[in-house]
C-alpha cells in the first residue's frame, strides 16, 4: 500500500454518503504536487509523482486502500435551504494520519459526477482548481486555518462553462475533515434525530474532544464552533479577505476555511466590497462576515436543538445562551488582530482603529498596502510614503499624530511584522496566472505559489507582486466557474 489510508467517515451509517467511482480522463498531467504538505501527511513524494500516483490525481485510479464516497449534505445558499446538496463534484478518497498524529481528508474535486450532482458534470475547469491552490496555500502560509491543497492537474479534456470549452482540472484537497453546517442540516430536514446524533459523536472525538466530558457535551460542541467561526472570520477580516459564498455548505465545522470560489482580497478598503459575480445582494461582503458567521452558527444550533435537551424550551434558552457569547468573542478576536496590525498596546482605544479604517474607505486606499506602510513606518522609515496614499491629506495627519500617540512600535513591531502581510495573491495576479495557464504557460502560476509561502517576508525577487493593479488590471468579478 503506497497509503495508509484509514477511512471512518466511511464505516458511518451508509445514508450519510455515497460510493461512487471517479469518472476517467485521458491525459493527466501534473500541474503541481505540495511537497510540503506530503511530507507533512507521511506521504510518499516519489510515489505521488509517479505515473500511479498522478493517475489517483486525477480520479483515473482509486489507490488500495481507498473508499471513495460522495458526502451526503444540504444547505442555505444565499439564505435560502436546499434539503439535498452533497458532494457533487467531489470525492472522498478517505483519511490519513498525518506526521503530527491528526487526521485529515484526502478529496478531489473535479472527478466526476455523483448521486448529488443534479444538473452539473461533475467536472472543474483548470481555473477553479489554480485558484483554490493558491489562495488556499496563501492563506494557510498567512496563518488562516485552511484545507489545503496537495495537487492540482490537468485532465487533457475540455469542460464546458459559460466562457465556453476551459481546459479540465482534478484538485486535490486535504481537509482536517468535510463536515460542514450543512451536512448537520441534511439531518434535521430528514427529521432523523439519531443520525444527527451518530454526526455530532463522530464530531466530538475527531474535532473537540474537550466537549464530551462536559456536562453538557452537545451545548459545549455548539460553542466549540461558534468559537472557531468567530475567530476565523475576525482573521479574514483583519486580511480584507472576502470568501464570497458564506453558504452553510461552505462552512467547515473544523473551523477552517473551505471552499474557494469567488473568493478575494481586497484591494482599496471598501467595507461593502463584494468580488463575487453571483452575489448580486451584496450578503457576502467583507462587512457583513461576521454576522453572517452568526447567521450559520445559529443555523448550526438549530440542528443540535434536538440533541441538548429533551424539553424544546430548554434546549432554545441553552443554545441561545451560547450563540450570545459570539458578538463578544468575534469583537476580543478582531480588535486583537487589528490592534496587532496598527502596533497598539491593548489598552489603546478600537475608536482609533475605526476611524482609520473610515479614512481608507473614505479615500479608497489599498488596504494591505497601507499597514505595509504603517509597519514600515513603524520601523523608522519616512511616514512620507503612507501620507501619499491619502489623496486629502489633513484627515490623515490628525489621525496620524493620534497613531503617534498611542503606538508604541518598539514594542509592537514583531506583531505588526507578523499581522500586516507583504504579499496576498491579488486578484489581477491570480487572474493572470490562470490566464496563462490557459495558453499552457505555468510559470506565472508557479512563481505566484511560491512568493506566498512567505507572505509575511522580504522578497525582494517578488516585489512586482505587492502593487496594486493598476485601473486597467482592477477585477472586479470572481467567478465559481462551476
Ligand atoms: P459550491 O458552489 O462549490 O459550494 O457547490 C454547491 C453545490 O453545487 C455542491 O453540492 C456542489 O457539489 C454542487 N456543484 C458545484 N459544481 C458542480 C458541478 N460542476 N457538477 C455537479 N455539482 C456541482
Ligand atoms: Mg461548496
Redesign the pocket.
Given at each position: 500500500m503506497n497509503i495508509l489510508f484509514d477511512n471512518t467517515y466511511a464505516r458511518l451509517p451508509e445514508r450519510f454518503f455515497a460510493k461512487q467511482e471517479s469518472a476517467r480522463v485521458p491525459e493527466p498531467k501534473l500541474v503541481r504536487l505540495n511537497l510540503g504538505l506530503a511530507a507533512k501527511l507521511s506521504l510518499d513524494a516519489d510515489w505521488l509523482k509517479s505515473p500511479d500516483g498522478v493517475a489517483m490525481f486525477a480520479g483515473n485510479a482509486i489507490p488500495e486502500g481507498a473508499e471513495p464516497i460522495a458526502q451526503a449534505?444540504a444547505?442555505h445558499?444565499f439564505g435560502g435551504f436546499s434539503p439535498q446538496?452533497?458532494?457533487?463534484?467531489?470525492l472522498l478518497l478517505g483519511e490519513v494520519i498525518g506526521a503530527d498524529g491528526a487526521r485529515y481528508d484526502l478529496q478531489l474535486k473535479?472527478s466526476g459526477?455523483?448521486r448529488?450532482?443534479?444538473?452539473?458534470?461533475?467536472?472543474?475547469a483548470l481555473g477553479p482548481v489554480l485558484r483554490e491552490y493558491i489562495v488556499s496555500e496563501a492563506m494557510s502560509a498567512l496563518g488562516v486555518p485552511t484545507t489545503r491543497a496537495l495537487a492540482a492537474v490537468a485532465t487533457g479534456e475540455k469542460v464546458m462553462r459559460q466562457e465556453g470549452p476551459l481546459p479540465g482540472g482534478v484538485f486535490t484537497r486535504v481537509a482536517a475533515s468535510h463536515i460542514r453546517v450543512g451536512t448537520f442540516q441534511y439531518f434535521l430536514a430528514r427529521n432523523d434525530i439519531d443520525g444527527l446524533r451518530v454526526l455530532a459523536n463522530y464530531v466530538m472525538v475527531r474535532h473537540y474532544p474537550a466537549a464530551a466530558p462536559a456536562p453538557n457535551p452537545y451545548l459545549a460542541l455548539l460553542e466549540s464552533v461558534a468559537n472557531a467561526q468567530a475567530d476565523l472570520i475576525a482573521q479574514w477580516m483583519s486580511l480584507g479577505f472576502i470568501h464570497g459564498?458564506m453558504?452553510t455548505?461552505?462552512t467547515a465545522i473544523s473551523g477552517e476555511t473551505i471552499?474557494y470560489?469567488p473568493c478575494a482580497f481586497m484591494d482599496a478598503f471598501h467595507p461593502q466590497c463584494v468580488y463575487s459575480s453571483i452575489d448580486s445582494g451584496g450578503r457576502y461582503a467583507w462587512g457583513n462576515q461576521p454576522s453572517i458567521g452568526l447567521w450559520n452558527v445559529t443555523r448550526f444550533a438549530e440542528t443540535l436543538l434536538p440533541l441538548l435537551s429533551e424539553d424544546h424550551d430548554e434546549a432554545t434558552k441553552l443554545a441561545e445562551a451560547a450563540l450570545a457569547g459570539y458578538p463578544e468573542r468575534f469583537g476580543g478576536q478582531y480588535a486583537a488582530h487589528f490592534r496587532a496590525k496598527f502596533g497598539l498596546p491593548p489598552e489603546a482605544p478600537v475608536a482609533l482603529i475605526q476611524e482609520c479604517l473610515g479614512l481608507l474607505d473614505g479615500q479608497g486606499v489599498d488596504f494591505t498596502l497601507f499597514f505595509r506602510h504603517l509597519t514600515r513606518v513603524a520601523g523608522g522609515e519616512d511616514p512620507k510614503t503612507l501620507a501619499v496614499m491619502f489623496s486629502s491629506s489633513e484627515p490623515f495627519e490628525q489621525w496620524f499624530a493620534k497613531w503617534r500617540g498611542e503606538a508604541n512600535p518598539a514594542r509592537h513591531l514583531a506583531a505588526m511584522r507578523g499581522t500586516n502581510p507583504i504579499l496576498i495573491p491579488r486578484n489581477h495576479r491570480v487572474a493572470q496566472a490562470i490566464q496563462n495557464a490557459y495558453v499552457g504557460d505555468f510559470a506565472p502560476f508557479h512563481r505566484l505559489v511560491d512568493a506566498l509561502a512567505a507572505p509575511y517576508a522580504e522578497q525582494v525577487e517578488y516585489a512586482d507582486l505587492e502593487t496594486p493593479p493598476r485601473p486597467e488590471e482592477i477585477v472586479h468579478e470572481t467567478f465559481?466557474g462551476?
Open positions: 449534505y444547505g445558499q446538496l452533497g458532494d457533487g463534484r467531489a473535479g459526477r455523483t448529488f450532482s443534479r444538473g452539473g458534470d461533475g467536472k472543474s459564498v453558504n455548505d461552505n471552499d470560489g465559481c462551476t
